[in-house]
């Protein structure tokens, strides 16, 4: 049974650097993709960016609009924990919102769709303030 827990999240003020991880249990990390995903107040959930199961990070198509900074958002993972990482950097009040992660077997060099994910966690809030 694959199983997913967020950690991570809590108060931020803008301009920090954030890390969120994701521990993961039940799978095989290098037939994996593990996407980050948000879900702001009041709005539809988004993709950010997957960790491949080549180890690699893509980011989903809705980061190359609406303003969205790539730059500032990155992921890695430590197959030996079988966690997975998302880093923020430079935090933005826009940038408040719970952050799930997610899982799925996919052996490709990319990010699979978001309804390919049947595995969830729980998510974790970030909030953004000074």
């Known amino acids: 049974q694959v199983q997913l827990v967020e950690s991570g999240g809590g108060l931020v003020q803008p301009g920090a650097s954030l890390t969120l991880s994701c521990e993961t249990s039940?799978?095989?990390?290098?037939?994996?993709?593990v996407g980050w995903f948000r879900q702001a107040p009041g709005k539809k959930r988004e993709g950010i960016l997957c960790s491949t199961s080549y180890g690699e990070t893509r980011f989903y198509v809705e980061t190359y609009f609406d303003g969205f900074t790539q730059s500032r958002f990155s992921s890695s993972r430590d197959t030996a924990s079988k966690t997975v990482y998302l880093q923020i950097d430079n935090v933005e009040p826009g940038d408040t919102a719970v952050y799930y992660c997610a899982a799925t077997f996919f052996y490709f060099r990319d990010c699979p769709a978001p309804d390919r994910y049947e595995n969830w966690g729980q998510g974790t809030l970030v909030t953004v303030s000074s």
């Open positions: 039940g799978l095989t990390m290098d037939y994996y993709a």
